[in-house]
């Protein structure tokens, strides 16, 4: 379906007006902020329905906000709610299921990654004890040549 801009921004001018600040510094997460328009144009029969993430999105964009990261999540920046909710829906950890997955394959990548690094990690350690093992051995050798020429016994073996 789609949302005619004029009313949508109309919506979300009036909506930024009776439910959000202006900030300079703070973020608000953009799943809390579509929340709460989505509340305001049921309440106000502003719109029919969500215009969705990316129509919100665009909406926020041509109101002059800007779009950020905050802790991985998207965010808005200079906005915040004037009633933000008790728990915001990222620290709920609400994921949809493409979210989800997302999520599992950062992980199960990360595990994968940390269990190559430690394989790596005692490759190099075996191979710094081998090294030090080779050096003991010729450095030994050498000693025992030392002290065979300095008794006058042998004359070492080039």
């Known amino acids: 379906m789609s949302y005619d801009n004029t009313r949508l921004d109309l919506a979300v001018s009036r ?5 959000t600040q202006k900030s300079k510094v703070k973020t608000t997460y953009a799943r809390d902020m579509l929340n709460d328009f989505v509340s305001f144009c049921i309440e ?6 969500s215009p969705g993430r990316v129509a919100f999105g665009s909406a926020l964009v041509r109101a ?5 990261k905050s802790q991985g ?12 909710p008790e728990v915001s829906a990222i620290s709920r950890n609400v ?8 999520q599992t394959d950062r992980l199960a990548d990360s595990a994968k990654e940390a269990e190559a690094n430690q394989k790596n990690l005692k490759k190099e350690r075996a191979n710094d004890r081998a090294d030090q093992l080779a ?17 006058g016994h042998l004359e070492p073996d080039s």
Not at 44 to 49: L, S, V
């Open 15 to 19: 909506w930024l007006e009776s439910n």
């Open 44 to 49: 106000k029969k502003a719109m029919k329905g």
């Open 64 to 68: 002059g906000y800007k779009k950020t």
């Open 73 to 84: 999540y998207s965010a808005w920046l200079g906005v915040v709610l004037k009633n933000p």
């Open 95 to 102: 994921l949809t299921g493409s979210a989800l997955a997302r």
């Open 135 to 151: 050096r003991m051995k010729v450095r030994m050798a050498a000693e025992s040549k030392e002290v065979i020429v300095a008794a």
